[in-house]
């Protein structure tokens, strides 16, 4: 084998341009190819970065027209106090907002999150401690728990918390927890308060939250999703035409992430796969041409 290697190493050098070409041709198509998975193994195939990701889904409420519609506030108090397949089930609301009080004003994402919705995620703050319940009855001690990201930009990686206030959807709020390095949920966000404190006296038809819940161990998709569409029709049955929605959607949280971005990525997935393909049997083409050249040669040499 040796032999053979050394001989592949001299004829390989006595044609630089042919080695060039081909070594070339084969790093493109191996090169996109690889590119390409990496994309698609890190948004289709691995879990999301939480505890148990598998668990985790995002429930909305369906109507004839459509399957993914946000919650109102009032049918997610109902689903919170009613669902039995579910360790844990959290809301969200908000959007980018100015944030003041750090070592500049941002605009950033600012979201208010229910009781649950850290524990349906699987995660904890890394430093201090999420809200407690003072903070999240109605008109409560304002508090707020930030990013990692924030807490080092614009706290100045602050180890002591209790000094620590910033001004938020016009009112200022104490720091109380720094979340885990990387976390970010909704995506983009910086600075979560709690959904309690807030005063919402809104409909049955005012459609502003989104849910995230985490499926009790050994509780099936096919259970929770039955249980929310009976939960569903009896708010239906009861609130009649103040209830808008017809059904609910139990979603595993990865399947919604990604539900854009798969037809894409498959797409691209089997263009490279034909990139390559074509450059192999462009490689191979040379190679035979190269070999036709060589008859005299290979002749000789048997």
Request: glycine residues 8%; proline residues 6%; neutral net charge.
């Amino acid at each position: 084998m040796a032999q053979d290697l050394r001989l592949a190493i001299r004829t390989l050098g006595r044609t630089p341009l042919f080695t060039l070409l081909a070594g070339l041709l084969l790093a493109l198509g191996v090169g996109a190819t690889v590119a390409v998975f990496s994309v698609v193994d890190a948004v289709l195939i691995r879990a999301l970065p939480f505890p148990d990701a598998g668990r985790i889904v995002t429930i909305w409420e369906a109507t004839d027209s459509s399957r993914t519609i946000p919650v109102s506030a009032p049918n997610f108090r109902d689903w919170h106090d009613a669902a039995q397949t579910f360790a844990a089930l959290g809301a969200w609301t908000g959007d980018r907002s100015t944030v003041l009080g750090g070592r500049e004003p941002v605009v950033t994402g600012v979201y208010a999150v229910s009781r649950d919705f850290f524990a349906a995620l699987g995660v904890s703050p890394a430093r201090g401690r999420a809200f407690s319940a003072d903070e999240m009855r109605e008109h409560g001690t304002p508090a707020v728990v930030v990013s990692h990201g924030l807490w080092t930009r614009l706290l100045g990686s602050e180890p002591d918390l209790a000094t620590l206030t910033l001004q938020v959807e016009d009112r200022s709020a104490s720091v109380v927890g720094v979340m885990p390095d990387g976390f970010a949920y909704p995506p983009g966000a910086d600075v979560w308060l709690p959904y309690e404190s807030m005063s919402d006296t809104s409909g049955r038809t005012a459609h502003n939250l989104r849910v995230v819940a985490r499926l009790k161990p050994g509780v099936p998709l096919a259970a929770a999703q039955a249980e929310m569409t009976t939960i569903a029709g009896r708010l239906e049955a009861t609130y009649g035409p103040d209830h808008d929605g017809t059904d609910a959607s139990v979603i595993p949280l990865h399947d919604y992430t990604v539900r854009g971005s798969r037809p894409l990525l498959f797409v691209l997935l089997g263009g490279v796969a034909v990139v390559l393909l074509a450059t192999c049997a462009n490689v191979a083409n040379m190679v035979i041409a190269r070999g036709t050249d060589r008859q005299r040669e290979l002749a000789l040499r048997q």
